[in-house]
């Protein structure tokens, strides 16, 4: 290792220390590190000024300061008595503006909702939910199970974010609280995780039932089609998987050759822990990239890409449009739907990308051009830095070490398909 490997190396633990010491340390920790520097560093203050009895008076003060902030601060974190949680009485519920209902909330006039009077509407309420982006039953770190939910398509979001049973105890404290509104979060695998075209009714049930519910409380629901890093499969949440099967990515595969990271494929017994989130760093692997691509681009960059009849990006367009029309069918005849999301955080993939060989300025996780990558899914084994936390250097390590391909048996890269790059034989 040459030096100035060796001193990014030395400067990325320091970044990563510092980072970690400042994210551990509270308002009274800051308090006594600056009362022991102004009593006792000569660089922290003019010279001689801390050896007066100004400079020991204040020191002594930030100190008590520092003291007393340990035992006072704690005091002001909310605190709630055991049993609380779901046990409010509507009685005499707070006094909030009764929530407007589909057709009564106006976006035509700047940055605010607007009623009938031209008043601005604040929306007072809470995201519904994390849990909403997996099936019932599973998580993002059990192994078992995981790959077979694809080719047994044995998966439920049916009580997602939580059962109809327990809806009443929900809505009713968040009625209480004065919170009249919830962002519902539908993903596209819900509704159609069972193929193209073939719609979860069970599901779809359950969602009009839980916005009706929502209703008797006076409740208004905004859905959300949610995704992260378009797929579970692709380290995050949103699309089924066919479409990845559809485009001739293998799934089993996905983590292993490097097109993406996941949870499940991490999660092992020698494994070092599970990392914090990976979403920034899939947005960069093959799989997630490609997706977008297709699905923002197919007739601009993949036009050999044909997928029952019809352009790729139509396919998945089509599919995704599809399905919620028939969500929105669905819920039509509830007012309280006051409206539809159009993607959750979507991602420009590869499009406007000048050079596939230039590495993106943001690094973080696994570091490689878009060249690389396509090479590194065909089975390819590449050296690339590594970034543990954002732009913070930590050295090299090996992308697909077992030569794994990211593609399906009789499939090839898409990229390659449309003679953006090719294998020559010795190179």
């Known amino acids: 290792m ?23 340390v509270g308002p009274e920790s800051i308090l006594a590190t600056c009362a022991i520097m102004m009593f006792s560093t000569k660089y922290f203050f003019p010279k001689g000024y801390r050896r007066n009895i100004y400079g020991r008076v204040y020191s002594a003060l930030t100190l008590l300061a520092a003291v007393a902030a340990q035992f006072w601060l704690p005091t002001l974190e909310p605190t709630y008595e055991l049993g609380s ?24 006039f700047g940055e605010f909702f607007r009623d009938g009077f031209g008043r601005r509407v604040i929306l007072r309420g809470v995201n519904l939910a994390g849990s909403s982006k997996l099936p019932v039953g599973t998580s993002t770190h059990e192994r078992e199970g995981f790959i077979e939910q694809v080719t047994h398509g044995n998966i439920s979001f049916v009580g997602r974010p939580f059962a109809l049973a ?39 049930a359950y969602l009009r039932e839980v916005v009706g519910k929502a209703a008797e409380y006076g409740i208004s629901v905004f859905i959300d ?86 352009n790729v990006q139509d396919f998945l367009q089509g ?30 993939g590869m499009i406007g990308w000048p050079d596939i060989q230039e590495f993106s300025r943001y690094r973080h996780g696994r570091a490689h051009s878009w060249f690389q990558a ?28 077992g030569n794994l391909r990211a593609w399906k048996d009789g499939s090839h890269c898409v990229w390659k398909n449309e003679g953006i790059w090719d294998v020559k034989e010795g190179e």
Do not use: C
């Not at 949440?237 to 097109?259: C, Q, R, Y």
């Not at 590449?382 to 090299?396: A, K, S």
């Open 85 to 108: 949680f779901g046990k409010a009485n509507l009685t005499h519920p707070p006094i909030v503006p009764e929530q407007l209902s589909r057709g009564e909330l106006n976006a035509s």
């Open 166 to 204: 327990d809806a009443d105890e929900h809505f009713k404290r968040l009625r209480a609280w004065g919170l009249t509104f919830v962002r519902f979060l539908v993903p596209w695998e819900a509704v159609e995780h069972k193929g193209p075209g073939e719609y979860d009714l069970e599901y779809l």
């Open 319 to 348: 599919h995704y449009f599809r399905a919620f029309a028939r969500v929105a069918k669905e819920l039509r005849g509830h007012k309280n739907v006051v409206g539809f999301d159009s993607l959750n955080e979507p991602h420009y």
């Open 2 to 24: 040459d030096i100035d490997r060796m001193l990014r190396v030395a400067v990325g633990w320091l970044a990563r220390g510092f980072g970690t010491a400042l994210g551990a």
């Open 225 to 310: 089609p949610h995704q992260d890093v378009w797929s579970r499969f692709t380290g995050g949440d949103g699309a089924p998987a066919w479409t990845l099967d559809k485009v001739g990515f293998n799934i089993s595969a996905l983590h292993e050759s490097g097109a993406s990271f996941t949870h499940q494929g991490h999660a092992h017994p020698f494994d070092d822990p599970l990392p914090f989130m990976a979403w920034p760093q899939n947005h960069g692997r093959l799989a997630t990239a490609t997706m977008f691509t297709l699905f923002f681009g197919g007739r601009d960059f993949a036009p050999n890409l044909i997928i029952d009849g019809e």
């Open 374 to 401: 396509f090479q590194i899914g065909e089975g390819f084994s590449h050296t690339v830095e590594m970034y543990d936390r954002p732009l913070i250097y930590n050295g090299e390590i090996e992308m697909n070490p």
